[in-house]
């Protein structure tokens, strides 16, 4: 079992930037690939990034164009996803999730735990 807790949400204007974190308990961190996912009111999740277990292999919708960068600390248990040029479309909550699969996955099935989200405001 590994638990996950999101932090660095909160509210900013269109145009800046925010981290989040994903605080991941014990000691096997290390062995899973992670994924950032998002979810608006009213609309289905959708995937963000995802990041291998050794950090040197990333993924991202492509709708990010590149304002989006996941990364990963596995002597800290954390996974990052730095946000920039934010939008107000980019509102949303936020959720990290761990995968046991070897290979990056763009699918929510592929995910076997989730974090409870973080909540990302963009004012406009």
């Known amino acids: 079992q590994v638990q996950l807790v999101e932090s660095g949400g909160g509210l900013v204007q269109a145009g800046g930037s925010l981290r989040l974190s994903c605080a991941a308990s014990?000691?096997?961190?290390?062995?899973?690939?992670m994924g950032w996912f998002r979810q608006a009111p009213g609309k289905e999740r959708e995937f963000v990034a995802a990041?291998?277990?050794?950090?040197?292999?990333?993924y991202y919708a492509g709708s990010l164009k590149g304002r989006f960068t996941i990364s990963r600390d596995n002597a800290r248990n954390t996974v990052y996803l730095q946000m920039n040029t934010l939008k107000p479309e980019d509102t949303a909550v936020y959720y990290c999730?761990?995968?046991?699969?070897?290979?990056?996955?763009?699918?929510?099935?592929?995910?076997?735990?989730w974090g409870p989200g973080t909540q990302v405001t963009v004012s406009s």
């Open positions: 999730a761990a995968s046991a699969s070897y290979s990056l996955s763009s699918s929510q099935r592929e995910y076997d735990y």
């Open positions: 014990g000691s096997t961190f290390s062995s899973y690939a």
């Open positions: 990041i291998s277990t050794s950090g040197r292999g990333t």
